[in-house]
């Protein structure tokens, strides 16, 4: 009877690691990003916590931790327990400042576990409506007509996003343009409503209603094809560089080591939730498009992202810092 009793219990122990496994999750998860509250970030996180909350039986909690262009968020996500229960929500802005930022207490892309493209969004170049240029093509001859002279430009930050895709488009029209870094895109939204810098590259979010209040211009978007929400606005590469893209995107990621079953689970409750035409709704209400990915994909595209912008910093001799 002891020796029975015995070969029971230590069947029970040696099952507890699968059953821990199978009941995941058993507790509010956090859902980490690295912008300040209210912004489309902190938005688009949002819709997902809801979601993924009715999905998975638990409660998902936003928690943000903005400064450092995302790095105090991919430092504090590097830092957490491998158990899926800390995940974060990283858009291209992180495989930017990956590029920018030459010493970081965490490896940008070997220390993540990627879960799920969550949407894709265009970044949109945008002048005041009184601007000389209808289009980016215009813009780029009336840059290039005055090399002495650049246009200015503004961006949410030096080594942001927007920032390096005028950068890059600079080098392949073999023009320059003098940058003019904010904190945000409200700020440079009302330099380009006074007239006292030229254009900006920005999510649509941050301009939208100027542009329909007809105080703003929308010139072009840097998808690959023109956004839904935006079909009258042409693609960087129609405007005269064919096969260009460089889109904003979200994703879902856990810090390496999160168990694959786990992965899994958080991968198939994101695809779920993606296909709710709701969900599809909200998010394209703020100026993205639900797109989800296998979670290699979000590794791979943020590893392109990371080589992609380190050549234009260096072509362009930008310091890193």
């Not at 996180?45 to 009715?54: C, F, H, M, P, Y």
């Not at 995940?87 to 799920?116: E, N, R």
Request: net charge neutral; charged share 20%; with cysteine.
């Amino acid at each position: 009877m002891l020796n029975r009793r015995a070969l029971l219990a230590g069947l029970s122990a040696s099952l507890l690691p699968f059953q821990a496994k199978a009941a995941w999750p058993e507790r509010s998860i956090t859902l980490l990003h690295g912008f300040a509250p209210g912004g489309g970030t902190d938005a688009t996180s949002r819709v997902l916590a809801e979601g993924l909350s009715k999905i998975l039986g638990q409660t998902v909690v936003v928690e943000t931790k903005p400064g450092a262009g995302t790095t105090l968020a991919g430092a504090q996500l590097a830092r957490s327990a491998p158990d899926g229960y800390t995940i974060s929500l990283i858009t291209a802005t992180y495989g930017a400042s990956s590029a920018f930022y030459k010493s970081l207490p965490y490896k940008p892309v070997d220390d993540l576990k990627g879960i799920c493209q969550v949407s894709e969004a265009p970044y949109m170049f945008s002048c005041n409506a009184d601007a000389p240029f209808k289009n980016l093509a215009e813009l780029i001859a009336s840059a290039k007509k005055q090399p002495d002279k650049p246009l200015t430009y503004g961006t949410p930050g030096v080594g942001s996003g927007p920032h390096l895709i005028v950068e890059q488009i600079g080098q392949l029209a073999g023009v320059k343009f003098q940058h003019i870094p904010f904190r945000g895109g409200a700020q440079a939204v009302v330099e380009v409503l006074a007239g006292r810098i030229d254009f900006m590259v920005d999510p649509p979010i941050s301009m939208i209603e100027q542009i329909k209040a007809g105080k703003f211009r929308a010139l072009a978007v840097t998808t690959a094809e023109r956004f839904p929400s935006f079909p009258d606005i042409p693609t960087v590469a129609e405007a005269g560089f064919p096969g260009y893209a460089a889109p904003g995107w979200y994703s879902l990621v856990g810090p390496i080591g999160v168990p694959d079953d786990v992965v899994a689970k958080l991968n198939a409750a994101t695809v779920t939730l993606l296909k709710d035409e709701s969900v599809k709704e909200r998010l394209l209400s703020l100026g993205s498009q639900a797109k989800a990915s296998q979670p290699k994909e979000v590794i791979d595209l943020l590893a392109s992202d990371v080589k992609r912008w380190s050549e234009v910093l260096e072509k362009a001799k930008i310091e890193r810092i």
